[in-house]
């Protein structure tokens, strides 16, 4: 069933998670506040528009309320990070995910309500350990 996305901060992580989303079928409105990044993925996605997420009335205007699920991948502003994630789940967005930046900024963000938090560098670190196990390194 095609579902509609919102990825906020459009940095190599949230791009990908944008482009990918769009190749497999989905509505993704992609959301960043540099104008340039905006630019560069406009054909990939349904919809991509520049606008800062820490601004609630931005995001009402955008009907992101209506959206499946919200994809939070800011990276070095923790504050934005935070307050966009607690806003989206306060607007009752159904699946809040969003990228932490340690432990203990993960603990925050599960207590303010996110329903998935991911590590991209370590979660692409265990991955690659077990590919690496699973296709059996020691034959090549
Ligand atoms: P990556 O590793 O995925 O490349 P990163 O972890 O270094 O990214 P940042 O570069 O800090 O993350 O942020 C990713 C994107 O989020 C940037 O393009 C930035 O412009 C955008 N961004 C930061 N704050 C906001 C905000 N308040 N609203 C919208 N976009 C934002």
């Known amino acids: 069933m095609r579902k509609q996305f919102v990825v906020i901060g459009l940095g190599r992580f949230g791009t990908s998670v944008a482009k990918t989303l769009n190749i ?18 406009m054909h990939d996605v349904t919809h991509a528009v520049q606008a800062d997420a ?44 969003t990228k932490a930046q340690s432990a203990l900024h993960g603990k925050v963000l599960e207590k303010i309500g996110a329903d998935k938090v991911i ?7 265990v991955r690659l350990a077990n590919n690496l196990i699973r296709t059996n390194v020691m034959d090549f």
Request: net charge negative.
């Open 54 to 97: 820490r601004d609630e009335e931005t995001l009402r205007a955008l009907g992101v309320r209506n959206f499946d699920v919200a994809v939070v991948a800011i990276g070095d502003d923790l504050e934005a990070n935070i307050l966009i994630t607690l806003m989206l789940k306060e607007m009752g967005i159904p699946y809040v995910v």
């Open 119 to 125: 590590y991209p560098e370590q979660d692409m670190g």
């Open 24 to 41: 497999l079928g989905h509505d993704v409105l992609a959301m960043d506040k540099n104008e340039h990044a905006v630019q560069v993925i």
